[in-house]
């Protein structure tokens, strides 16, 4: 059964950092692009970034490039976000997704990790 | 940036009686290597969204035959021929065609 789960998020203050994590388990991991989505309160869903199965290519949401970073670690089945210089508008759940092909849909999610951005 | 734009926003619907939400791109969606990656989400409350149509008609593992996808280039439409009270929840369209992917505003079905 295919897998993901999400974890490190929490409560953060105005202008700090949060590291995300997002464990895949019951497929081959490395074979596959990963995205990370978000959804504020009460709110659609925006997508943040997507990394393909090496790594080598990463893409960003403009909200939040420059200041959060997407990376994985195949050895560990592990995809991570880094979060820095948080805001107000960056609180939402992140779902982690994973993605078939180039990223052409997401066909299997998460249950999310709660990030709330506050002072 | 293409613009997804979802009609209606909210849906009641009979039980058994059929709906159909429709999701417009401000530009095409065919992608550069000829395919067209439209794909439909429905999330019910408290719940991750889960994919129901990709590439758009293509049901996804488990999604019942109720549900069908049509459309092409901007015009895509997600129809359920007999609505049933697990339906309800919100519907996204999503594009992934082009960066950045991007998700319409939801469809709120309600069962009645």
């Known amino acids: 059964e295919v897998q993901l789960l999400e974890s490190g998020g929490g409560l953060v203050q105005p202008g700090g950092s949060l590291r995300l994590s997002c464990v895949g388990s019951g497929f081959s991991f490395s074979n596959y692009g990963i995205s990370w989505v978000r959804q504020a309160p009460g709110e659609g869903l925006e997508w943040v970034a997507t990394i393909n199965d090496n790594g080598a290519n990463k893409h960003y949401a403009d909200s939040v490039k420059g200041r959060f970073a997407i990376s994985r670690d195949n050895s560990q089945n592990t995809l991570f976000l880094q979060m820095n210089s948080l805001r107000a508008e960056d609180t939402a759940v992140y779902y982690c997704?994973?993605?078939?092909?180039?990223?052409?849909?997401?066909?299997?999610w998460g249950q999310g990790t709660l990030v709330t951005v506050s002072s | 940036d293409p613009v997804m734009t979802q009609t209606p926003l909210s849906s009641r619907v009979t039980l058994g009686q059929p709906a159909s939400i429709s999701c417009r791109s401000s530009q095409s969606l065919v992608h550069s290597n000829g395919n067209t990656y439209l794909s439909w989400l429905h999330q019910r409350p408290g719940q991750p969204p889960r994919l129901l149509i990709y590439?758009?008609?293509n049901r996804f593992s488990g999604v019942p035959d109720r549900f069908s996808g049509s459309g092409a280039g901007t015009d895509f439409t997600l129809r359920i021929s007999r609505v049933e009270a697990e339906d309800v929840g919100i519907y996204y369209c999503?594009?992934?065609?082009?960066?950045?992917?991007?998700f319409g505003q939801g469809t709120k079905l309600e069962v009645k």
């Open positions: 590439e758009i008609s």
């Open positions: 997704t994973r993605d078939v092909g180039i990223s052409a849909w997401y066909d299997y």
């Open positions: 999503m594009q992934a065609s082009h960066f950045p992917r991007t």
